[in-house]
Nanobody, 126 residues
Framework: QVQLVESGGGLVQAGGSLRLSCAAS????????MGWFRQAPGKEREFVSA????????HYADSVKGRFTISRDNANNTVYLQMNSLKPEDTAVYYC???????????????????WGQGTQVTVSS
């Protein structure tokens, strides 16, 4: 079992930056692909970004490509999402997700992941 805890959310003006962190604890000795999703009020949870266990494969939603960067530090069991040039439409609760997978796997669907954090609120004011 793996526990995921997000942090780093907050209120920022449009054009600003935030860095989200996702710390994993528990059975972290296995290989885990990780992803970030977000959910705005009244909308479905959507894919934002994902990274393979080795960190060599990364994927982004078109809406964040060029502005967000996902990375990971396996030694410290932490995944990051650097968010730059934030827009009001980026406002949502951001969730970290994980699943046991091969070295290069990345998933885009919520059903691809087994473990979820509690979420962290990101609010971008105009």
């Amino acid at each position: 079992q793996v526990q995921l805890v997000e942090s780093g959310g907050g209120l920022v003006q449009a054009g600003g930056s935030l860095r989200l962190s996702c710390a994993a604890s528990g059975r972290t000795s296995s290989y885990y692909a990780m992803g970030w999703f977000r959910q705005a009020p009244g909308k479905e949870r959507e894919f934002v970004s994902a990274i393979s266990w080795r960190g060599t494969t990364t994927h982004y939603a078109d809406s964040v490509k060029g502005r967000f960067t996902i990375s990971r530090d396996n030694a410290n069991n932490t995944v990051y999402l650097q968010m730059n040039s934030l827009k009001p439409e980026d406002t949502a609760v951001y969730y970290c997700a994980g699943r046991r997978a091969g070295f290069y796997y990345v998933g885009h669907q919520t059903s691809d992941y087994d473990y979820w954090g509690q979420g962290t609120q990101v609010t971008v004011s105009s």
